[in-house]
Each structure stands twice: as C-alpha cells, then as structure tokens.
C-alpha cells in the first residue's frame, strides 16, 4: 500500500513539476506586446469607420440601383446610348473587375492601403490574444484538475489548450522564441525553442498517461486489498446482535403457539417479502453473516492462502518495478520518436544514410534527393505514413512471433505432455482451464495420434 | 489494436498534418493581411529574395515563402510527433503482449451447492511467455442469478514472464438450476493506454445449484420438538393390524384369534372383547410435478414452480423421516425425469439434481405421465399432482384420473392457483384490480368444471396460493397416511 502510494507521489511530483516548467515556458514564449488592450479603442475607432463605410457602401448601391433603373427607364427609348444614368458603364465594369480580380486584391487599391491593412493585424491579435486568454485558465485548471480527479482527459485538454495557445500565438506572430524548426542536424533540430518547447508539452502528456496509470490502476487494487481485509475482518469478529437473536427465538416460539397453517403463511409471506420486496433484512443478515463466517472459516482451515486470494495480495501490481523502469522506458521512447521525427521532418539525412563500413547508401533515390518536392510538407506526410506503416507491420510480425505460431510442431507436444504429467500438483484440480485455442489442440491431438500410430 | 486513447493521439497528429498541409500558402497574420488587402506585401518580400533569379522564376520564392511558414512547420511538426508516438511503442508492444500465452484456470470449491450458498471461486493467471506484461486486466464472468458477497471476480496487474498470480471470490447462488461461470475476458493493455488485445475465452465450470434446504432446515429446526398429535414428528397410520401398539378393543367376531381375546375386559364387561393394534404400514406416494410453462408464471424466485418444488422437498424429507416410499415424475409434454418410489438416503441427492434441472417449459399432458408411470410401477400408490391445470384440456386430465383410478391408486390434486401467484389485489390500481378480479373468475369457473368432471373418481383438489402451498402438501400427505392411501 505504502509503495503504490509513493509510485503515485512520484508520478503526480514529476506531472506537477512538468507542468509548471512547460506553463511558464509556454507563457514567457508570448509576446506580452500581443496583450495590448489599448489598442482595443483604435480597432473599436476602425470598426466604427467600417460600419459608416458600409452605410455608404449600401447607399452607394442604392444609388448605383436606383440610377439603373431610372436609366433603364430613360433609355429603352435610346438603344445603344452607353450612358446610363449619372453613372457610367466603364466605371461599374471597373468596380466590378476591382473585386473579382485577386491580383488587385480583394478590394480595390483607392480604398485600403498598408497603413489601414495593419488594423486587421490588429485585429487578429487581439482575437489571438482573447482566445489564449480563453484557453489559458482551460489548459491550467484542466492540468490541476487532472492531479485531482486522475482523468487523461483532462490532461489531454490541458495538453490540447497548451498547444491552442501555442499556434495562435505563432499565427499572429507575437512569439518571442523563434518559429523555425531547424533540421540541418539532430541537435540542432532538438535544440530549436519552438521544437523543444513542442515536445515539453507532448512529454507532460505521456508523464500524465503513465501518472493516470498509477492512479486508476494501481490504487484501487491497493485500496481493494484494503476493503476486502476490512470486510474479512468484519466478518471474522461478527457476533450476531441480541435483537436479532430475539427476533429469531420470537418467530420459532410464537410458530410454536399458533397454529401449522398460519404459521407456514407467515413464515413464506415472510420468506415472499424478503426475497422480493428486500424487507426485514435484518435476521436474515445476521444468519448470512453467521452462515458466511462459517464457510470462510471453512475455507480457510482447507487452504490458509484463502484470505490473501481473496484481497488479490499476490496480484498487487509491483510498484517500485514500475518507477525503475519508467525512465529509461520513456527516454528511450522519446529518443526514438525524436529520432524518427528528425528523419522525417529532414528526408535528406534518412536518405542519405549510409552503411558505415561499406559505404553504401540505403536509399539510392538521386533524383529524389534533388528534388524540389522533398522540402515540401507533401513529402513529410508520405514519410511518416510509410513510417507508420512499416512499424505497424514490424508489430505485426513481432506478434506472429511471439505467438508461437512458428515453434515446432514436436515442442508443443512436449508442452501439452508436461502439462498432463504434473506431479507436483497438489492442490485439487482446476475445473476449467483457458489455455491453447481449440484448433491447436485438435492439431496436437491429430499429431499424437499419429505418433502414436 | 489501438486503443481510444491511442486513436486520439494518432488523429490528432494526422489533424495536425492536415493542417499543415492546409496552412500551406497561407502564411501568419503579418504576411497575410498586405497580401490580401493589396498584394504588395508578397510582391515586395519576394523582389527582395528573387535577386539573382532568372526572370519568370520569382514566383517560386513566394511560394517558398508561404510554404515556410511558422503555422506549417509547427503543425507539420506536432502532427508527426502525435503519429510517431501513437506507433512507436507498437512493435514493443506486440512482441510481449499476448493474450494467447495468458492460461487462466478456474477452481470453485464445490460444483454443487443449495440456493442461498456460497461458492468460492479461484482464478489462478498464469504467463507463459517470456515477455512482462505491465497491464492485465483479466474478467471472470459470472451468471446474474450469482451475488458475490466477498472479493471481486476481476483482477487489474501487471505479470512477469512465467509468474502466475491468484485472486478469489465468493458468490452467493439465489435460486435453483444449472449455471456457467465464465467466460473469461483477458485485456492487455500498454502503460500508457494507446494499445489493447483482448481476448475471450469460452471456458466454463458449471455449477448446479439444488433448491434451497431452508425449508427442510427450518423443519428440521422444529422436529426436533417432535409430539404426537402436533404436524411435525413421526406419525402411524390408524388402521387397524398387526402391530405392537395397542389401539383399541373391540367385540369378538367370528373368526377372530384367540390370541387377541381381551380376558380382563371379558370379566369386567362379561362380554368377549379382542384387542386391536395399530398396523404400521407404510405408503407408496408419488408427486407428478408438472413444470409446463403456465407453472414458471408469478413473481421472479417465487413461482408456481418454484413453490412446488418446495413442496416436494418437504414431502420427500417427511416421507424419508417416516420410511414411506417416496417417488417422483417430472413432466411436461412427455415425461421427463423419474424417479421410483424408494426410501432410501441416496434418493434424497438424485431427487435434488432432478429438480435442480426442471425448468418451465411447452405444455402439460398428465396422460403421458400417468401412463408412464403405470407402466413402471404395477402397485396401488397414492398420486399427489402439483399442477396449475392451466396447460392441458380437463378432457385429458379427467383421462389421465380415470387411467389412474382403474388400479386403485388414490390421487390428489394440489393445484397453485395462477393469480394468486402474479399479484397482491391491494397493490393493483381501481382498473387492474377489476381486470385482476375478472381473471380470478375465469380461472375460478374453468377449475369448478375440472373438479366437477373429476368428482365422480374421487380425485381432491386442493387450489393452493404462495401462502398455503406448503401447509397443504404436508396436510395431503399426512391425511395420505393416516388413512393409508397406497399403503405398501
């Protein structure tokens, strides 16, 4: 209990101390430029000027409809007079050709310059800024409640809101480290701010899942041994109450006075309500309890180990195993996806690998390597899916393996025999065992046979 | 196989890619808005790195601006280290983790047990591959009508190659029949929950549960205060024999033994009187328990059937206790169980797996039963149905009395009567209750004609409820053998 409960405080100390270092870095990367509220008046001021632009705007169309029709009017007379109205046709072709044609933008150039184009950037950080304001308390609160309540789904919120804060921050450009991944080496890559601070994030997401491990697994099997002794131990020290003595003594003396048929109705009405209706549990209990700690006295007197299997003491998830291994485990695994992320993020290097002694290149793709393509993200994506597609198969055939499938058919006869043959035994046989599938025994059984024959 | 968790990670990242695939031409905030509002911004960052390009080839440096965006790297980036890591752990995974080579053994203590006993189940898990397995997650499935009282059927741990590890449980069998414990369900999980394999194994222990000895306990309880007169303790038939106990004295008849001839009483009364004894004879009964669907009507636990099994529990207790030959048939559409009369102490164990088994099923024909029966056993006995008479036609029922009846055997219905069994009228509504109440007279009609068709053959029948079943099976039984029906 003690040791699952230091592998609990070590995970939970080792999320809480990732979780700070990896809020802090995530808040310093912001430019706290980006939280310039007083520019909130300047946008409210432009906002203020669109509107009245777009009141024109519409006039201006209304005019521009009304002239139309009024020199439609004026004009049917006229076939051919390219006036229409106060407004010529030459200018509406112009407008028209100023919104549609993207090379000029999507409006014209007399309307916006640069200068007016900088309040959209404004506007964009400040949207930026009120949505990290939104998913900061999301991804903090989520990350506390996380060390509370052990839900992975929490850490993935925080995980997620982390992330959110991250590119939007990137989008609107008010980070401070710098945004490019550089991939000319591994330790450079590895050492780019935006990667390493990336990869803190995706780091306390593992610590949280093999945290969460400790709190939903290993716990409650140590609190179940410790619910289960204390329900033994209730049962071994229970001692039937004098009330429900009485009530017992009472029903067997008055069946005595009366007569056997009201007797028998009572008693089954009695027996109808307490199996139906859950009623008058209370002798009932202390006869199941009486009855129980007869039979687990029984029990324990055939077999002392009835207890310890009962709480699961000899199925307790070994702890200290757990954090001995936790670190080189995930350091290797963080090592290889680093790795491999390395290979795909830069193709260059995996391509140009070499066998070291023989000189020879693993990949023989020049026009590959010359590529314009192979900086593209396009080239990425194919990577990493043949990338997980090849450690998908690995498994696979790992799996095939390990299933035994490919050992002899003569070692498993040999199996089968030891497991029939098992002098040691001297506990009463197992009355249902789940080993082999079916169809290997019947195959073993064939085999027998035929050696037999 | 993926796990949800692991599914999570995998589409986050491929999300991610998308994104960055997505993103790719449009750039951040800053590069984006002079491009859109005017297009100088683009123009005026790729004139200044197109020096040296040759002429027509300048896009190709906005586009390179655009494609090295921050947005892509960084989602491109975080979408391949969510793909990388929901698989990376895959191959480690699938080389150790092998629910094939988890053997579960299951051990209860007692394959047959009375309603309301406990049974202790073991499940011992054991790895027999060469690899740790960090989670296990075994489950022992266990049939409804099973409570468990202590423990838990299901096990969370992690199991070194070769170890095997044991957890147990008690439960609590509720009612009668033959159940399966199992399957067993193994789930292996990764630490960190991106992968499972699951497994199902379709191994079973059955265990058969006999009806509950409580009545037979609780009777036993109260025998032990046995009286003569009072219902429980042993009784002797009143018909007059050749046993030892003295009955009563009568005048001489002819033919009379001499032996018998009371001389104290002839010089007191002047008159010749004989002694008479009380024969000691025992009674051949056999129960017809009919288990067609009509009687696995009532409340759950506490049907017809239910209550008449109980009934022949007792009665086969008593008549054990007494040394009355105690036989019984089980039927529905056909006989399906018999058991011969017999006294002796083995009988009680197979009479126990017969109704153990007898489950509620098809229609009733008491025909078949009756004749099945008449043609085993050649000798007068007394016949005690428990039918609801609700599966078969009076027609066939009067057949089987009058079959019965032609070798003198004696018979007596004890009938659960169907609405009794459903529902207490105080707890229906207005409607229900006159619904409730219409019903009762419908049945209560269809049995007045069967008593009256059977009437004729002397055959009693006795409509029982839930409250005075058992009451009357043991009065039926010992007014059997107090008038001596299918005395031996």
């Known amino acids: 209990m003690a040791t699952s409960q230091s592998a609990a405080y070590f995970f939970r100390v080792v999320y809480i101390i990732l979780f700070i270092f990896s809020g802090f870095l995530v808040l310093s990367s912001i430019d706290p430029a980006m939280f310039d509220f007083t520019k909130v008046f300047e946008i409210l001021n432009y906002l203020l000027l669109i509107v009245q632009g777009l009141v024109s705007a519409l006039g201006g169309v209304a005019k521009i409809i009304t002239n139309i029709i009024l020199s439609g009017k004026t004009a049917i007379p006229f076939l051919g007079d390219p006036s229409l109205g106060t407004i010529n046709v030459t200018d509406i072709e112009q407008m028209l050709v100023s919104i549609f044609n993207p090379a000029n933008g999507f409006f014209p150039h007399s309307t916006l310059d640069l200068a007016q184009a900088d309040i959209i950037t ?60 550089d991939t000319s080496s591994l330790p450079s890559m590895i050492l780019s701010p935006i990667f390493t601070l990336g990869f803190l994030l995706y780091l306390l997401l593992e610590v949280a899942f093999q945290t969460s491990y400790t709190l939903n697994i290993i716990e409650p099997m140590a609190e179940r041994e410790k619910r289960i002794q204390e329900h033994l131990k209730r049962i071994r020290t229970f001692v039937p109450t004098e009330e429900g003595i009485a009530t017992t003594d009472q029903s067997i003396q008055s069946m005595q006075s009366k007569k056997f048929g009201l007797l028998a109705s009572s008693y089954l009405r009695e027996m109808v309500e307490r199996r139906v209706f859950r009623r008058g549990d209370t002798v009932r209990d202390s006869k199941s309890m009486m009855r129980l700690q007869s039979y687990l006295a029984n029990l324990q007197q055939s077999d002392p180990r009835t207890e310890s299997k009962l709480a699961a003491q000899t199925a307790q998830p070994d702890t200290s195993s757990l954090i001995r291994y936790f670190v080189p485990a995930m350091l290797f695994r ?14 260059e290097g995996m391509l140009n690998l070499e066998i070291p002694i023989l000189n020879i290149k693993i990949f023989i793709f020049p026009a590959l390597l010359d590529s314009l393509e192979l900086s593209q993200p396009e080239f990425q994506t194919i990577a990493i899916l043949n990338m997980a597609l090849i450690l998908i198969l690995i498994g696979a055939v790992l799996n095939y393996l390990s299933s035994g499938k490919t050992r002899t058919v003569m070692q498993r006869v040999v199996q089968r025999i030891d497991t029939l043959v098992d002098f040691d035994r001297s506990s009463p046989q197992p009355t249902a065992v789940s080993d082999v599938s079916e169809s290997e025994d019947t195959e073993e059984e064939e085999l027998l046979e035929e050696e037999e024959l | 196989m993926l796990s949800s968790r692991g ?5 986050g990242g491929i999300l991610l890619l998308s994104i960055g695939l997505s993103a790719k031409g449009i750039g951040t905030v800053t590069t984006m808005v002079p491009i859109l509002f005017s297009g100088e911004g683009l123009i005026q960052q790729s004139t200044n790195q197109t020096a040296g390009l040759p002429e027509g080839m300048e896009f190709l440096e906005a586009f390179e601006i655009l494609n090295s965006s921050p947005i892509v790297d960084y989602s491109m980036f975080l979408g391949t280290l969510l793909i990388l890591a929901s698989v990376i752990g895959l191959p480690f995974f699938r080389a150790s983790a092998n629910a094939s080579l988890i053997r579960v053994t299951r051990l209860v203590d007692r394959e047959k047990a009375f309603a309301g006993e406990y049974v202790h189940v073991t499940v011992r898990v054991e790895n027999t591959g060469r690899k740790r ?128 001839l009371d001389w104290k009483a002839f010089s007191r009364t002047g008159e010749l009187m004989v002694r008479e004894f009380e024969a000691e004879k025992n009674i051949r009964i056999v129960l017809f328990l009919d288990h067609s669907g009509s009687m696995g009507a009532g409340i759950p636990y506490n049907t017809k059937l239910d209550f008449a099994i109980r009934s022949v529990m007792l009665v086969m207790k008593m008549a054990e206790e007494r040394q009355d030959l105690f036989g019984l048939l089980t039927y529905a559409d056909r006989p399906t169980s018999y058991l011969p009369p017999g006294g002796s102490k083995s009988m009680f164990h197979q009479l126990l797996e017969i109704l153990a088994l007898v489950e509620p099923e098809g229609r009733s024909d008491p025909l078949a039963a009756v004749d099945y029966v008449m043609q085993r056993l050649p000798r007068a006995s007394f016949y005690v149905f428990l039918t609801d008479l609700e599966s078969s036609d009076s027609e066939i029922f009067t057949e089987a009395a009058k079959r019965a009846r032609s070798t003198k055997n004696r018979i007596t219905v004890i009938s659960p009567f169907g609405p009794l069994f459903e529902a207490k009228l105080t707890d229906l509504s207005t409607t229900e209750r006159a619904i409730a109440e219409a019903i009762f007279e419908e049945y209560l009609g269809y049995r007045k004609q069967v008593e009256d068709s059977l009437r004729g ?32």
């Not at chain 2, 599914?7 to 589409?11: G, K, P, Q, S, T």
């Not at chain 2, 029982?464 to 005395?487: A, C, E, F, R």
């Open chain 1, 334 to 347: 963080l090592f290889a996806v680093i790795l491999l992320s390395y290979f795909v993020m830069a193709p």
């Open chain 2, 457 to 488: 053959l002397g055959v009693e029948i006795i409509n029982v409820g839930p409250d005075d079943i058992l009451p009357n099976v043991i009065k039926t039984y010992m007014k059997g053998k107090q008038v001596g029906k299918g005395s031996v």
């Open chain 2, 133 to 260: 397995i960090d989670f296990l997650e075994i489950y022992d499935a266990i049939p409804d009508m099973f409570e468990i009282v202590l423990g838990e059927n299901f096990i969370i741990t992690q199991l070194a190659g070769h170890e095997t590890k044991e957890f147990s449980y008690i439960v609590q069998v509720s009612t009668r029949g033959v159940y399966q414990i199992g399957p067993v369900k193994v789930i292996i999980h990764d630490r960190l929950g991106f992968y499972f394999e699951e497994d199902v194994r379709h191994f079973y222990t059955e265990v058969l549960c006999y009806p509950s000895y409580e009545d037979i306990r609780r009777m036993e309880a109260l025998s032990k205060r046995r009286q003569q007169g009072k219902m429980f303790g042993a009784h002797k038939t009143r018909q007059k024999g050749m046993g030892d106990d003295f009955h009563a004295l009568a005048r001489y008849y002819p033919g009379a033994p001499f032996k018998s």
């Open chain 2, 7 to 11: 599914a999570f990670i995998a589409i």
């Open chain 1, 122 to 181: 404004d506007v964009s950080v400040f949207i930026g800024a009120t949505i990290i304001l939104v998913l900061l308390p999301i991804a903090f609160f989520s990350g506390i409640g996380f060390l509370r309540e052990g839900d992975t789904k929490l850490a993935i919120y925080s995980f997620l809101g982390f992330q959110m804060i991250l590119i939007v921050a990137i989008f609107t450009q008010k980070i401070k480290i710098s945004t490019q991944i």
